[in-house]
């Protein structure tokens, strides 16, 4: 069984940083897309960067300029660097995975459980 475990929330003043960590573990062949999704309270989730197998990347307008995401392949670790973080920025980040578990296995979703940023002063 595969799980994704996030790391790296917390209180951040504005301005500050904090970088989120999510590794993927247990019997995984290959993962193909990893990503970070944001809810806040009232809000829908949304897509917030996401990078490919072959290092693609996409992040939302919102952030764009501030957070950058990174893949250790080795690891099966993804990254949110999170740089000049908002009030807005609050949220629940979740870390999703596309996951296959054999070659020959479809790739399947996974979500992480997520991870609380708080930007307050």
């Known amino acids: 069984q595969v799980q994704l475990v996030e790391s790296g929330g917390g209180l951040v003043q504005p301005g500050g940083s904090l970088r989120l960590s999510c590794a993927a573990s247990?019997?995984?062949?290959?993962?193909?897309?990893m990503a970070w999704f944001r809810q806040a309270p009232g809000k829908e989730r949304e897509l917030v960067a996401q990078?490919?197998?072959?290092?693609?990347?996409t992040y939302a307008d919102s952030i764009k300029g501030r957070f950058t995401i990174s893949r250790d392949y080795v690891k099966n670790t993804v990254y949110l660097q999170m740089n000049s973080l908002k009030p807005e920025d609050t949220a629940v980040y979740y870390c999703?995975?596309?996951?296959?578990?054999?070659?020959?296995?479809?790739?399947?979703?996974?979500w992480g459980q997520g991870t609380l940023v708080n930007v307050s002063s």
């Open positions: 999703r995975s596309e996951h296959r578990s054999s070659w020959s296995a479809p790739y399947v979703e996974l």
């Open positions: 247990g019997s995984i062949f290959r993962i193909n897309v």
């Open positions: 990078i490919t197998r072959s290092g693609g990347t």
